[in-house]
T-cell receptor, first 113, second 112 residues
Framework: GENVEQHPSTLSVQEGDSAVIKCTYS??????FPWYKQELGKRPQLIID?????GEKKDQRIAVTLNKTAKHFSLHITETQPEDSAVYFC????????????FGKGTTLSVSS | DAGITQSPRHKVTETGTPVTLRCHQT?????MYWYRQDPGHGLRLIHY???????DKGEVSDGYSVSRSKTEDFLLTLESATSSQTSVYFC???????????FGPGTRLLVL
C-alpha cells in the first residue's frame, strides 16, 4: 500500500539551532503535502503545507521543500525556540481522488534552552 | 480552532461491547475523517466520508463502521470493542478533500 516514511523519529537541538525533518512518499500521484504540529495532549495543528507545483514555501521561521522527482519533502525550522518542542507529522494525499491523507509516524522535537 | 466537537471525550468500556463515537462540525465541510493515534504509529485513517451517505475505507478499517446521515455528523462505531482498539480517536474535516484537514479535540477510548 501507499506509505510515508518520516525521519528522524526523535530530534534534540539547542535553542537557536536549525531542525530538519524529512519525509518520503510512495504514491507518485500525491499532490498535497501538509505538516502538522502536535503538542502533548492536544490536537494536530497545521503549520505549513505545499502543493506539487511548488518547490519551496516559507512562513517566518519554518519552510518546506519538495522534490517530486525523488518523492521527498522536508520541514526546516530555523532559530528554534523551546515552544517548538512537539511532535511533527508529515502527510501526503494518497487516494485516487486526492481527498485523503496518509501520515508519517511523527518526529518528536525537543528544543533545550 | 474550526468548529469541530467530539463526544464523548473519554470513555472506558469492556471488551465485546459496542461503542459509538460522534464527530460534529459547524463548518459545513463536505469531507470528514476518522483517525486513530497510537504511540509509534502516528495517525492512521480508519474511514472517511465525502458527502452524506458517501463513505470509504482507510488503512485500518477492520472492526470499525461509520455512518453519515447529515453533513454535520460523522459517527464511528466499534461493533464489538477489543483491547487492540484502545486508542485516541481524532475526527477531522476538510472543505475540499485535497486541502487542509482540521482536527477535533480527540476521544480517549480504553477497552478493558
Amino acid at each position: 500500500g501507499e506509505n510515508v516514511e518520516q525521519h528522524p523519529s526523535t530530534l534534540s537541538v539547542q535553542e537557536g539551532d536549525s531542525a530538519v525533518i524529512k519525509c518520503t512518499y510512495s504514491d507518485s500521484a500525491s499532490n498535497y503535502f501538509p505538516w502538522y504540529k502536535q503538542e502533548l495532549g492536544k490536537r494536530p495543528q497545521l503549520i505549513i503545507d505545499i502543493r506539487s507545483n511548488v518547490g519551496e514555501k516559507k512562513d517566518q521561521r519554518i519552510a518546506v521543500t519538495l522534490n517530486k522527482t525523488a518523492k521527498h519533502f522536508s520541514l526546516h525550522i530555523t532559530e528554534t525556540q523551546p515552544e517548538d518542542s512537539a511532535v511533527y507529522f508529515c502527510a501526503a494525499t494518497f487516494n485516487q481522488a486526492g481527498t485523503a491523507l496518509i501520515f508519517g509516524k511523527g518526529t518528536t522535537l525537543s528544543v533545550s534552552s | 480552532d474550526a468548529g469541530i466537537t467530539q463526544s464523548p471525550r473519554h470513555k472506558v468500556t469492556e471488551t465485546g461491547t459496542p461503542v459509538t463515537l460522534r464527530c460534529h462540525q459547524t463548518e459545513n465541510h463536505r469531507y470528514m475523517y476518522w483517525y486513530r493515534q497510537d504511540p509509534g504509529h502516528g495517525l492512521r485513517l480508519i474511514h472517511y466520508s465525502y458527502g452524506v451517505k458517501d463513505t470509504d475505507k482507510g488503512e485500518v478499517s477492520d472492526g470499525y463502521s461509520v455512518s453519515r446521515s447529515k453533513t454535520e455528523d460523522f459517527l464511528l462505531t466499534l461493533e464489538s470493542a477489543t483491547s487492540s482498539q484502545t486508542s485516541v480517536y481524532f475526527c477531522a474535516i476538510s472543505e475540499t478533500g485535497g486541502e487542509t484537514q482540521y482536527f477535533g479535540p480527540g476521544t480517549r477510548l480504553l477497552v478493558l
